[in-house]
Nanobody, 127 residues
Framework: QAQLVESGGGSVQAGGSLTLSCAAS????????MAWFRQAPGKEREGVAA????????SYASSVKGRFTISRDHAENTVSLQMNSLKPEDTGMYYC????????????????????WGQGTQVTVSS
C-alpha cells in the first residue's frame, strides 16, 4: 500500500482558510477513491470529504458543504482539501485515507471503508 503523508495543518482564527495536502508514495492511489476525515479529542473519527478515483465525483459532510473543497492531482499523486470560513468546531486531527470498497457517494465518508491511513495533520481554529 502507498504511504500517505498529510500536511498543511495549523492554527487559524475563525473565518480563516487552510489547504491540506495528502501526498501518496506511489500512483496506486490514483485508481482509488480517497477521503479526508477528522477527529476531535474525545470524539469519533468522522468523514469530511471524499473524491472518486477519477476526481469527477465528490461527497461532503453536511457540516462542511459549501466551505470545503476536495480535489486531486493524479500527476502529483495528491489529494487536497481547501477549507474556507473555518469554525472552531472544525478543530481536530485531519487524516486522509484510501477507500477499500470503491466509490459509494456518502458511503465513502465512512471510516470503516478506509484501508490505509496517513499520520494526520492538526487543525486548530480559535474563536
Amino acid at each position: 500500500q502507498a504511504q500517505l503523508v498529510e500536511s498543511g495543518g495549523g492554527s487559524v482564527q475563525a473565518g480563516g482558510s487552510l489547504t491540506l495536502s495528502c501526498a501518496a508514495s506511489d500512483d496506486t492511489v490514483n485508481g482509488k477513491s480517497m477521503a479526508w476525515f477528522r477527529q476531535a479529542p474525545g470524539k469519533e473519527r468522522e468523514g469530511v470529504a471524499a473524491i472518486s478515483a477519477k476526481g469527477s465525483l465528490t461527497s461532503y459532510a453536511s457540516s462542511v458543504k459549501g466551505r470545503f473543497t476536495i480535489s486531486r492531482d493524479h500527476a502529483e499523486n495528491t489529494v487536497s482539501l481547501q477549507m474556507n470560513s473555518l469554525k472552531p468546531e472544525d478543530t481536530g486531527m485531519y487524516y486522509c485515507g484510501t477507500d477499500a470498497v470503491g466509490w459509494s457517494g456518502a458511503g465513502s465518508l465512512r471510516p470503516g471503508q478506509v484501508v490505509n491511513w496517513g499520520q494526520g495533520t492538526q487543525v486548530t481554529v480559535s474563536s
